[in-house]
């Protein structure tokens, strides 16, 4: 937000002669306001000769760089950015120019939701061949926050409305190069290979998909995004997830070096209750680990003897695998 | 758990933060102008909680809420598509037309809200034109615009037509099996919920989605706490383990995964599992102890431990989050309506 002590002292409204003409309409607090704000005098100032222009319904130049004054200042507020869209659309002015405006608002504000609604305006405006353009923005914006949820739905709203598939799995792997651990990006490559045109639909990008997955998980077995990604892919397919040999083989492998992988152990109880007929190297890893922490209990079939050992090696959710070993039997 | 003994909930503290907001906000608020009646929500809210409305004048605040509401002119045509209900601000209130007046959902939510919990007689109180013109909000889809003048639609708004049609306990105004659809396509393939379809999973849109579900009567839980549902509806036990999932190894929660804890998170998520009957899943005593790390020096919450500064927001669902904890000082709440429960 920029300050109100800028290089150029802030000259008030009333002061101008461009605004001699127009009454400024004070903020009717009413008696007794609660939350009452303590503004600035040019935050007051500029919201008084807002109100002015928005009642009389001036549509003029002056009053579209009243609204950008206003903006700067109070860029959550939706009703100047509704009477800006009025202005620019019975001006017809420069588009191209109106998204500069608003991409340094956002990189200022970008997680004002008033901000992306103008951009996404903007956008339907302009069309298809802005959808480059558009995207070069929010990878901008990505790159310093990679996790910004406004500018994901509004990649997302641009891919789907306007088009610019053709890079974005390339752009989601990129990401996960830099921070395997973003889920954003995991979500986001979940979206393209669900709903690219130009990929064919989950179906045909499971296969790979499992290969990718299982690699990421095999960098960083600790890391959650990875193991909901593997479920997410195989929700459309279950009975693939009990018969594909990569899955007993990819927690094997895990749970050979890494012997308290909760998500490893989390996801073998899940595959197990659906079904997975274990082999006996699964047997055997679930029996020479659990054995360790249950004397007595080597009858317990193997979800039971995973929730308890899920118990202890995963004490912040000690009451949630106590409540899944209990509702075993049903 | 290692680690220090939890503090002690100050409660004098943080019932003088919530009435020092109530009569004037700070400066740096100035950019959240336009919500200024969730604000006053969150504060009168948190008094409530924290037993202390008898600071506040009621009758006062009910005034100064009311004058918020947008009213039609007796000509009006309600088919026009225009949404009469409350405004957010002054900023967005013009008195000299009030047709121009912008009300919208999520302030119409919080004006109720507030007049719920100071105990308003809704006797005399015409919420016809209100919920007759929320259709107009409604989409195709089943989501809804916040205002009529077009804006993001997204899993918040429906929670709020969902929050403001029990709260008037009329349905009139919204398409409930629509409403409905539209949540469920906002389910993740890792059971959590993002706010449109496709949107990462998130602890505040699962809340909105879960209590709306909850309000519009297509979850329930009887007395034994198992859940009975409608088929075809949504994955609960991803659903279960996406929130179980939130809870840190610091106690606390995230509101997405790889994420940090954040206070308010203990309400969102926490309060779906509530509304589950689950939660006693939750790991109890790593939660305060984390909540403790947020309680403010000047009263109220911040977001993050070990900050100083406490905000309005993170401070109501910090008192919202250790209601569900059973905090003694605090009195009971409405979880599917965010508000105090009327005691």
Known sequence: MPSSSSEQAYVPLRQRAEWADVRPVPQDEGPHPVVPIAYTEEFRDVMDYFRAVYVARELSPRALRLTTEALLRNPGNYTIWHFRRLVIDALDSDLVEETLFVDNLAKANSKNYQIWHHKRWLAEKLGPEAANDDHD?????????????????????????????????????????????????????????????????????????????????????????????????????????????????????????????????????????????????????VKGFTELDDAGSSDEDLPTRICSALERMDPIRVNYWAWRKSNLTL | MEGPEPSEFAKERHAAFAEMMLHELPRDYASQEINRVTLAYFAVSSLSLLRSLHRVDKDQIATWVLSFQAKPKETHNVDDGKFFGFCGSRSCQFSEDSVQSVSNLASTYSALAILKVIGYDFQNFDSSIILESMRSLQMPDGSFMPIDSGAETDLRFVYCAAAISSMLNDWSGMDREKAKDYIINCQSYDGGFGLTAGSESHGGA???????????????????????????????????????????????????????????????????????????????????????????????????????????????????????????????LSVELGLAALN
């Open chain 2, 206 to 332: 699962t809340y909105c989605a879960v209590a709306a579900l909850f309000l519009m009567g297509f979850i329930q839980t009887d007395c034994n706490n198992s859940l009975s549902l409608p088929t075809s509806t949504i994955d609960i036990p991803s659903l279960v383990e996406w929130c179980i999932q939130r809870q840190g190894a610091d106690g606390g929660f995230q509101g997405r995964a790889n994420k940090d804890s954040d206070t308010c998170y203990a309400f969102w998520v926490g309060g779906v599992l509530k509304m589950l009957g689950l939660y006693h899943l939750v790991n109890k005593s790593a939660l305060r102890t984390f909540l403790f790390t947020c309680q403010s020096p000047y009263g109220g919450f911040t977001k993050f431990p070990y900050e100083v500064l406490p905000d309005l927001y993170h401070s109501y669902y910090g008192f919202a989050a250790l209601s569900l904890l059973d905090e003694k000082e605090l009195g009971n």
């Open chain 1, 137 to 285: 923005f929010t990878r901008f914006i990505l790159c310093h926050d990679a996790k910004n949820y406004h500018a994901w739905s509004h990649r997302q709203w641009v891919l789907q409305k306007l088009g610019g598939w053709d890079k974005e799995l390339d752009f989601c792997h990129q990401l996960l190069e830099e921070d395997i651990f973003n889920n954003s990006a995991w979500n986001q490559r979940f979206f393209v290979i669900t709903r690219s045109p130009l990929l064919g639909g989950l179906s045909a990008m499971w296969d790979s998909e499992v290969d990718y997955t299982i690699k990421a998980i095999l960098q960083n077995p600790n890391n959650e995004s990875p193991w909901r990604y593997l479920q997410g892919l195989y929700k459309g397919n279950p009975d693939s997830l009990i018969t594909d040999e990569r899955i007993p083989q990819l927690l094997l492998n895990i749970l050979k070096e890494n012997s308290y992988c909760v998500f490893a152990w989390n996801f073998l109880l899940d595959v197990l209750c659906k079904g997975l007929r274990p082999n006996n190297e699964i047997i055997e890893a």
